[in-house]
C-alpha cells in the first residue's frame, strides 16, 4: 500500500493563480482532511469528508474548495493564490469507525507552497 | 470547542534520560481521544500513541507512554531512554466524540536530545 499520497511536494504560485493540490489513499479510508501547517503553529483543519459526496468546513476554510467523488480521492483547490497561503499542506486519512483499531489519522508527506 | 496547550516550546534532554513533554487540554465533550504526533526535520507526521478517555489505563507504546490524568485534563508523553533520532517536534492532539474525526493540534514542542 503507498498510504497516503499528495502532488506536487512543492510549489510556487504568484499572487491571483489557482491550483489544485492532489491528494490520494489506498487504504479505503472514510475520512479525509486537509491541514495546513504555519511556522510556530499547530496543524489547522482546512476542509474534511466523512465519505463520497460529503464535505465540511474545518477550521480556516477561506480561500479553498475541496469536492470528494470517489473514496481514495481529495483534492485541495486553491481560488486565487495569496501570500497568507505560504504554507506547507497536509492531507490525511482515517477509518470513521468507533473505537478500537484504527484511531489514528494517516498523514501524507506535505506540500510547499509558496505565494509571491 | 477543543483547545490543545503545549506549554513548552523547547526542551533538551540528555541521551539516554527520560523526558516529559506536556499537554493539556479543555473540551467539553465526555468522549475524546488524545493521539501524539512526532515530526522529525523531514516534515512527515508519525503517529506515536493513542489514549482514548475512557481508557483506564496509561496508554503506552515501546518507549512512549501517556501519562493521563483526566482530572486534570493533561495528556503528557512520556520518553524514556531518549535516543539523538527522538530530536523532531511534537505535537499533542484531540479528537472530539461524533463522526467527524477532525483533529485539533497544539502548537508543538521542539525536542532536542543532547549525545
Known amino acids: 500500500n503507498a498510504g497516503v499520497t499528495q502532488t506536487p511536494k512543492f510549489q510556487v504560485l504568484k499572487t491571483g493563480q489557482s491550483m489544485t493540490l492532489q491528494c490520494a489513499q489506498d487504504?479505503?479510508?472514510?475520512?479525509m482532511s486537509w491541514y495546513r501547517q504555519d511556522p510556530g503553529m499547530g496543524l489547522r483543519l482546512i476542509h474534511y469528508?466523512?465519505?463520497?459526496?460529503?464535505?465540511d468546513q474545518g477550521e480556516v476554510p477561506n480561500g479553498y474548495n475541496v469536492s470528494r467523488s470517489t473514496t481514495e480521492d481529495f483534492p485541495l483547490r486553491l481560488l486565487s493564490a495569496a501570500p497568507s497561503q505560504t504554507s506547507v499542506y497536509f492531507c490525511a486519512s482515517s477509518y470513521s469507525g468507533s473505537a478500537g483499531g484504527g484511531n489514528e489519522q494517516f498523514f501524507g508527506p506535505g506540500t510547499r507552497l509558496t505565494v509571491l | 470547542a477543543q483547545k490543545i496547550t503545549q506549554t513548552q516550546p523547547g526542551m533538551f534532554v540528555q541521551e539516554k534520560e527520560a523526558v516529559t513533554l506536556d499537554c493539556t487540554y479543555d473540551t467539553s465533550d465526555q468522549s475524546y481521544g488524545l493521539f501524539w504526533y512526532k515530526q522529525p526535520s523531514s516534515g512527515e507526521m508519525i503517529f506515536l500513541i493513542y489514549q482514548g478517555s475512557y481508557d483506564e489505563q496509561n496508554a503506552t507504546e515501546g518507549r512512549y507512554s501517556l501519562n493521563f490524568q483526566k482530572a486534570r485534563k493533561s495528556a503528557n508523553l512520556v520518553i524514556s531512554a531518549s535516543q539523538l533520532g527522538d530530536s523532531a517536534m511534537y505535537f499533542c492532539?484531540?479528537?472530539?466524540?461524533?463522526?467527524?474525526?477532525?483533529?485539533?493540534f497544539g502548537s508543538g514542542t521542539q525536542l532536542t536530545v543532547l549525545p
Open positions: 492532539a484531540m479528537r472530539p466524540s461524533g463522526s467527524a474525526r477532525q483533529l485539533t
Open positions: 487504504m479505503n479510508h472514510e475520512y
Open positions: 469528508s466523512v465519505g463520497a459526496g460529503i464535505t
